[in-house]
């Protein structure tokens, strides 16, 4: 059987960032760009360990 290497929902090119205050990123991708937010997991002290967030191609 074979295996499709890109995941459900993403394209070829998935931009990765890496970053000091994602959190206001995030907001700001949900308030102003209609992003939704697919994962948003946080470590044992409240900061953000990993998140994955959608643009709507119709915004």
Do not use: C, K, N
Not at 22 to 50: K, S
């Amino acid at each position: 059987m074979a295996v499709d290497p890109i995941r459900e929902g993403f394209h070829t090119v998935t931009p990765y960032l890496f970053m000091e205050g994602v959190d206001r990123l995030i907001d700001f991708a949900v308030a102003g760009l209609d992003a939704e937010v697919i994962v948003r997991d946080t470590q044992p002290d409240g900061t953000l360990m990993q998140a994955e967030i959608r643009l709507s191609s119709e915004t």
